[in-house]
């Protein structure tokens, strides 16, 4: 069974840069079939993709264009997990970030606990 | 973008009714990859169907998809007092390859 543990400050001062962490638990962040996903929900926007990366011999990163110029995605393997970094964030990027596992047809199977971040000063 | 619009926004039935869900989309999902997904307040969403019709596993058989293409449907047979919650469509394979629903609300008549 697939665990995934987020962790990373709730409060993050506007033009700061948001850093989040997701622990894998049951399955490897390296391995060739599976993609590791950020998805992010708020009431304005409501569940937003924010991006994947995965390893297919080497690795990959996708990201929406919404955020595109201020993501980072970090795959570390010695410590099989994988982390979101997000620079010059704003009020509008308050919201719950999740990180997500896709499992069969595309659908996100499993999902992190879940991260409130409040961007305020 | 492949853009899912839901209807209705909010659906009001009493336990043991039966609740249809629709999901529309802008462009023809690639493979029917489409899915539905559960969302409870303070929860993490939780995955229903994929494929448009596959239940996922320990999903209750009330639970159903259907539909291809654009117009895609999630039925709940007969309301159970904890399938009242947030329904959201998701599909995977357009650019961005992962798109959501702006969701249906079901609650309590």
Request: overall charge positive; charged content about 15%; some cysteine.
């Amino acid at each position: 069974q697939v665990q995934l543990q987020q962790s990373g400050p709730g409060l993050v001062k506007p033009s700061q840069t948001l850093s989040l962490t997701c622990a894998i638990s049951g399955d490897s962040v390296s391995s060739n079939s599976a993609a590791w996903n950020w998805i992010r929900q708020s009431p304005s926007r409501g569940l937003e993709w924010l991006g994947r990366t995965y390893f297919r011999s080497k690795w990959y990163s996708d990201y929406a264009v919404s955020v595109k110029s201020r993501m980072t995605f970090k795959p570390d393997t010695s410590k099989n997990q994988f982390s979101l970094q997000l620079n010059s964030v704003t009020p509008d990027d308050a919201a719950v970030y999740y990180c997500v596992r896709v499992g069969h047809n595309g659908s996100l199977l499993y999902w992190g606990q879940g991260s409130l971040v409040t961007v305020s000063s | 973008e492949i853009v899912l619009t839901q209807s209705p926004g909010t659906l009001c039935l009493s336990p043991g009714e039966r609740a249809t869900l629709s999901c529309r989309a802008s462009q023809s999902v690639s493979n029917n990859y489409l899915a539905w997904y559960q969302q409870k307040p303070g929860q993490a969403p939780r995955l229903l169907i994929h494929g448009a019709s596959s239940r996922a596993t320990g999903i209750p058989d009330r639970f159903s998809g259907s539909g291809t293409g654009t117009d895609f449907t999630l039925t709940i047979s007969r309301l159970e007092p904890e399938d009242f919650a947030v329904y959201y469509c998701q599909q995977f394979g357009g650019s961005p390859p992962v798109t959501f629903g702006g969701g249906t609300k079901v609650e309590i008549k």
